[in-house]
């Protein structure tokens, strides 16, 4: 249903490297950058995408800051539990705001497993895990 998604950040350099760093613990990487009209932007996905799925992007003339949108939240697929983990981990070494430990969610299912953190902009940012502990 949904081709791609993007999002708006204050500061290119600094969520450049937050990104890289936490979706790289899921699997994903940076697939593709691109400056044009004053926006600079970048693009992120696993080696099976054939266009980046997810976006971040900065035009010159935005304000300082970003005020995410209320209820917004993104949520990335992990593999393992172990991932959650690691992009929990990830996120609060690169300055993220914890905003849900990694653990069960078992009002969503009995398997639902996943970590929330508010990234550099105060975007909720989610990595889950769908399946049973081995």
Not at 40 to 54: L, M
Request: with cysteine.
């Amino acid at each position: 249903m949904i081709d791609h998604l993007s999002i708006g950040v204050s500061d290119f350099a600094l969520s450049l490297a937050f990104y890289d760093t936490v979706l790289a613990e899921l699997g994903f990487k940076r697939c593709m950058d691109i400056e044009f009209d004053g926006i600079k932007a970048a693009g992120y996905g696993s080696d099976s995408d054939t266009e980046p799925p997810f976006w971040i992007g900065h035009k010159n003339e935005l304000p300082t800051a970003v005020t995410p949108s209320a209820g917004f939240h993104i949520a990335f697929q992990a593999t393992t539990r172990t991932a959650v983990d690691a992009f929990y981990a990830a996120a609060i070494a690169a300055g993220a705001t914890d905003n849900g430990q990694p653990g069960l969610r078992p009002q969503y299912h009995p398997n639902y497993y996943a970590a929330f953190v508010l990234d550099p902009d105060g975007y909720n940012i989610e990595a889950v895990c769908h399946q049973p502990q081995p």
